[in-house]
């Protein structure tokens, strides 16, 4: 009862490891009771209940493995919103303040190309892409704002021109994750393919969780390096050959 109550109280968002490792204690427990229970008092029903329900959990588990990669990669680019503020601050803040005590805009401009410059160079493979998009999006701001406020065209063309020469190496830098991350793929698919999970034995599935889930954790450790890889080596080759299509 105890160990039911505990399984009643985790929120739907928990994961379902951590249900399953309190399920299978409660399959233990019943194991034991049906070890000296007698017939009137037998849960095997209850028992062969929870011995399918882990079954279907462990191939459930089993089913997300081949999104792990995916799951790394796009909780690397949510890190980039909290440059969210720092962004605002930069590039819409710090401008209106400046047109409000009459300060040279054109000359901030210039210092904020360098603030960017700085930003790109310090960010690494697996945050290029979002923070270009976070810059685009500041930029597609300001646009609306010049209709309004015509001074802050000349920080519009800085932030146009910075994309203009950063956005080309978007291309050369998802080519190196695509690399990096066909091996990691392929070890991961052939994990899985190992860990089929035919067996209905709980005892078994759980140790071959544990191994496997060690190896997938060197995967996406790895996977991990290869996203917080410095994109300055790559920005410092120059400009790729290949230009945008739309030009």
């Given at each position: 009862?105890?160990?039911?109550?505990?399984i009643?109280?985790?929120?739907?968002?928990?994961?379902?490891?951590?249900?399953?490792?309190?399920?299978?204690?409660?399959?233990?427990?019943?194991?034991?009771?049906?070890?000296?229970?007698?017939?009137?008092?037998?849960?095997?029903?209850?028992?062969?209940?929870?011995?399918?329900?882990?079954?279907?959990?462990?191939?459930?588990?089993?089913?997300?493995?081949?999104?792990?990669?995916?799951?790394?990669?796009?909780?690397?680019?949510?890190?980039?919103?909290?440059?969210?503020?720092?962004?605002?601050?930069?590039?819409v803040?710090?401008?209106?303040?400046?047109?409000?005590s009459?300060?040279?805009?054109?000359?901030?401009?210039?210092?904020?190309?360098?603030?960017?410059?700085?930003?790109?160079?310090?960010?690494?493979?697996?945050?290029?892409?979002?923070?270009?998009?976070?810059?685009?999006?500041?930029?597609?701001?300001?646009?609306?704002?010049t209709?309004?406020?015509?001074?802050?065209?000349?920080?519009?063309?800085?932030?146009?021109?910075?994309?203009?020469?950063?956005?080309?190496?978007?291309?050369?830098?998802?080519?190196?994750?695509?690399?990096?991350?066909?091996?990691?793929?392929?070890?991961?698919?052939?994990?899985?393919?190992?860990?089929s999970?035919?067996?209905?034995?709980?005892?078994?599935?759980r140790?071959?969780?544990?191994?496997s889930?060690?190896?997938?954790?060197?995967?996406?450790?790895?996977?991990?390096?290869?996203?917080?890889?410095?994109?300055?080596?790559?920005?410092?080759?120059?400009?790729?050959?290949?230009?945008?299509?739309?030009?």
């Open positions: 009862l105890i160990c039911c109550q505990d009643l109280q985790f929120r739907h968002s928990e994961p379902v490891a951590k249900f399953i490792t309190k399920l299978e204690k409660l399959h233990a427990y019943v194991h034991e009771w049906q070890l000296v229970a007698s017939r009137e008092y037998s849960a095997a029903a209850q028992f062969d209940e929870i011995t399918a329900l882990i079954i279907r959990w462990r191939r459930l588990e089993l089913s997300t493995w081949a999104k792990l990669l995916d799951v790394e990669f796009e909780n690397c680019e949510r890190d980039v919103s909290s440059w969210w503020f720092v962004a605002y601050e930069v590039l803040a710090a401008p209106f303040q400046m047109m409000e009459g300060g040279d805009l054109v000359e901030y401009s210039k210092e904020t190309l360098a603030t960017l410059e700085g930003f790109f160079k310090s960010t690494t493979l697996g945050q290029y892409g979002a923070r270009l998009r976070l810059l685009e999006s500041f930029r597609s701001l300001l646009g609306l704002y209709k309004q406020f015509p001074a802050l065209e000349n920080l519009v063309s800085a932030v146009d021109n910075f994309l203009r020469h950063y956005r080309p190496f978007l291309s050369a830098i998802a080519k190196a994750l695509a690399e990096g991350r066909q091996s990691l793929e392929k070890d991961i698919k052939e994990q899985i393919q190992l860990a999970w035919k067996d209905t034995n709980i005892t078994a599935l140790e071959s969780a544990r191994r889930h060690h190896k997938l954790f060197k995967y996406v450790r790895k996977y991990r390096e290869l996203l917080a890889q410095p994109t300055e080596p790559i920005l410092q080759r120059g400009m790729p050959e290949e230009q945008d299509d739309d030009e």
